[in-house]
């Protein structure tokens, strides 16, 4: 069974900066793209931060563009976020999420893996 764990999420002021972490457990070969998503509060809709395919090709949302940055350890089956200059406009549930992941039997597995979700709030 495949787990997204999220880490690094918290309380900061506008102009700081956060690292996410997102660790996939289990018996994994390989994962395709891995990937930051966010959900701000009064119900928007879940919005792409960023992306980074296993060869390090990286996808970004205009809005993080030069302020934040997306890596992977594929030794690890780690994706991190690193953000900085925040602001209150990146308040929101930041999502890791995964896809095309191939377990060690050499199956790849069906659909998308979600993490549980870190808060990440920024004060003006």
């Known amino acids: 069974q495949v787990q997204l764990v999220e880490s690094g999420g918290g309380l900061v002021q506008a102009g700081g900066s956060l690292r996410l972490s997102c660790a996939a457990s289990?018996?994994?070969?390989?994962?395709?793209?891995m990937g930051w998503y966010r959900q701000a509060p009064s119900g928007k809709q879940r919005e792409l931060v960023a992306?980074?395919?296993?060869?390090?090709?990286?996808n970004y949302a205009d809005s993080v563009k030069g302020r934040f940055t997306i890596s992977r350890d594929n030794a690890k089956n780690t994706v991190y976020l690193q953000m900085t200059s925040l602001k209150p406009e990146d308040t929101a549930v930041y999502y890791c999420?995964?896809?095309?992941?191939?377990?060690?039997?050499?199956?790849?597995?069906?659909?998308?893996?979600w993490g549980q979700g870190t808060q990440v709030t920024v004060s003006s």
């Open positions: 289990g018996s994994i070969f390989s994962i395709n793209a």
């Open positions: 999420n995964a896809e095309g992941i191939i377990i060690a039997t050499m199956t790849p597995l069906k659909g998308d893996y």
């Open positions: 992306d980074i395919r296993s060869g390090g090709n990286t």
